[in-house]
C-alpha cells in the first residue's frame, strides 16, 4: 500500500465512523486528513520526478562514458578506479624517480 492509498484509507476511515460535523475535534480530524492527503499527493509528484531525473542521469552517465572513452580512447588499466597507486600505470624502468605518473627522471615512456 503506498502512501497516498494510505491517505485514502484514513479518509475512508473518517468517513466510516460517522463524525458530528458540528464538533470542533471532527473539524481537527478532517483537516489533518485534508492535509495527510495533500502531502501523499505531493510526494507521490516528487517520486515520479525522482525516477524520470534518475533515467536522465543514468543517460548522461552512459554518454559521458561514450565521451571519456572517445576522447581518451578504452580504458586497459585492470586497476580499481579507487587505486591511484596501480602498477600498469608507473615507469617500467628500474630508476628511483618519484614514481611520478607524468614525468620520469631517466625520460623513459610511461603507461598512461
Known amino acids: 500500500m503506498n502512501i497516498t492509498e494510505k491517505a485514502a484509507y ?3 476511515l473518517a468517513e466510516g465512523i460517522a463524525l458530528d460535523p458540528a464538533k470542533p475535534e471532527t473539524k481537527l480530524i478532517n483537516a489533518l486528513i485534508d492535509c495527510v492527503n495533500e502531502l501523499a499527493l505531493t510526494i507521490a509528484d516528487m517520486d515520479e520526478d525522482l525516477d524520470t531525473l534518475e533515467a536522465y542521469i543514468e543517460e548522461i552517465d ?3 562514458g561514450d565521451a571519456e572513452e572517445y576522447l581518451y580512447g578504452p580504458d586497459d588499466c585492470d586497476c580499481d578506479d579507487e587505486d591511484w597507486d596501480c602498477d600498469c600505470c608507473d615507469c617500467d624502468c628500474d630508476c628511483d624517480c618519484d614514481d611520478d605518473k607524468d ?3 631517466c625520460d623513459c615512456e610511461t603507461e598512461e
Do not use: A, F, I, V
Open 10 to 12: 484514513l479518509k475512508g
Open 103 to 105: 614525468e620520469c627522471c
Open 62 to 64: 552512459e554518454d559521458l
